[in-house]
């Protein structure tokens, strides 16, 4: 299996233009989660999928962000609009029930 | 709720010498807790996870770990240390169950001298 595949792998923007990140899960795990990663705030969970449906997305800082897994094999994190503070790597990973997250390799975001 | 704290921010070591990555956990029940590593510029990948049985458990890469439930511990060892291994070492810990969500500690940063 490929592993988790996420694009793009960097992404530099203007202020106020929507972003989308892509995520295609390893085949067969139906856990699917967003995190975002900062010098500031580390590592933080944005939104938690299982079996194409979210159950937790607590951690979605506001409005201007959002998810969907249509199906089992893809899913997008949007931000709309996109700011200054919304720079990071986000990272999808995905779980099969052992326990154990796989991680893609992130798609790191500049908001000029 | 959950909650892991690793209290080093930055650990430096020499090559060969030993090391020890400190985590401690916050947990009602017994966790499931893991360990992972992030080189620059790549995603998260597990060292090694504790879910039962032997408290010592073996990884990847020479690493061990050890779960201490007295002291709500899981710290991170191994005996010589290469350069390859610095990197960003994140504990974690989880919840049996069908929500499982994992909880990160804020990692800690393994610097290697030669």
């Known amino acids: 299996d490929a592993g988790v595949i996420q694009s793009p792998r960097h992404e530099v923007t203007e202020m106020g233009q929507e972003v989308t990140l892509r995520c295609k899960p390893i085949?067969?795990?139906?856990?699917l989660f967003w995190y975002r990663q900062t010098m500031m705030r580390g590592l933080e969970l944005l939104i938690y999928?299982?079996?194409?449906?979210?159950?937790?997305d607590s951690g979605m800082p506001e409005d201007r962000f959002s998810a969907k897994m249509p199906n089992a094999s893809f899913s997008t994190l949007k931000i709309q609009p996109s700011e200054p503070r919304d720079s990071a790597v986000y990272f999808c990973?995905?779980?099969?029930?052992?326990?154990?997250?796989?991680f893609g390799e992130g798609s790191r975001l500049t908001v000029l | 709720a959950q909650s892991v704290t690793q209290p080093d921010i930055h650990i430096t070591v020499s090559e060969g010498a030993s090391l020890e990555l400190r985590c401690n956990y916050s947990?009602?029940?017994?966790?499931?807790l893991f360990w992972y590593v992030q080189s620059p510029g790549q995603g998260l990948q597990l060292l090694l996870k504790?879910?039962?049985?032997?408290?010592l458990v073996q990884g990847i890469k020479g690493f061990e770990a050890e779960f201490k439930r007295s002291q709500s511990s899981f710290n991170l060892r191994k005996p010589s240390v290469h350069w390859s291994d610095a990197a960003e070492y994140f504990c974690?810990?989880?919840?049996?169950?069908?929500?499982?969500?994992?909880?990160f500690g804020r990692g800690t940063s393994l610097i290697v001298h030669p």
């Open positions: 085949s067969g795990h139906n856990s």
């Open positions: 990973a995905t779980a099969g029930g052992t326990g154990e997250l796989f």
């Open positions: 974690a810990v989880g919840a049996e169950g069908g929500s499982y969500i994992p909880t």
């Open positions: 947990y009602g029940a017994t966790p499931y």
């Open positions: 504790y879910f039962s049985g032997d408290t």
């Open positions: 999928f299982n079996n194409n449906v979210p159950i937790d």
